[in-house]
């Protein structure tokens, strides 16, 4: 794909900087992605979500970590594109509900389908020790990050937030 220096993912590095510079080559593979399809990547995530059962913007703002504004936008963008429709919720009228649309099941269908197969084809000509130890030594950082910035975001948080 282009924009990823395929050379620069091979050399061997411990450090904390290679970790974000590979992080970010793989980051950017899928925002070039999203723009091949047609789409801003907030676009093409919030349909991800909608196509795997969330339907509220509030669901998929925390889901993809983005704030209502932006999925906000990425909505009416979609709606304006054919993908999306909104309907009012069935319990609280105040909110509506993605649904897709013909078009943005054909969507799903044509662009996910296709990313998701690709991502397993790739991750299965892995060999299979290397991908556990990836999924291992990820789940780990994961575990240990997760608090350390939950530790952060207290200590900056405005005066008025803190209780």
Not at 14 to 24: D, T, V
Not at 80 to 107: D, M, S
Request: with cysteine; proline share 4%; charged share 25%.
């Amino acid at each position: 794909m282009e924009g990823v220096p395929v050379s620069s993912l091979v050399v061997s590095d411990a450090s904390i900087e290679r970790f974000r510079e590979i992080y970010n080559a793989v980051d950017r593979i899928y925002d070039l992605y999203a723009r091949s399809c047609g789409l801003s990547p907030t676009e093409f995530w919030c349909v991800a979500c909608i196509a795997g059962g969330r339907s509220s913007q509030a669901e998929i703002a925390e889901e993809l970590a983005a704030s209502r504004q932006t999925v906000n936008s990425a909505f009416k963008a979609l709606v304006r594109q054919g993908l999306i429709e909104l309907a009012p919720h069935p319990q609280n009228g105040r909110v509506k509900q993605a649904r897709l649309t013909a078009a943005g099941e054909a969507f799903v269908e044509a662009h996910l389908h296709t990313l998701d197969e690709a991502e397993e084809t790739v991750w299965n000509a892995i060999p299979e020790q290397d991908r556990i130890t990836v999924n291992r030594v990820l789940d780990q950082f994961r575990v240990a990050f997760a608090p350390a910035i939950g530790a952060l975001t207290q200590s900056q948080a405005p005066a008025s937030r803190k209780e």
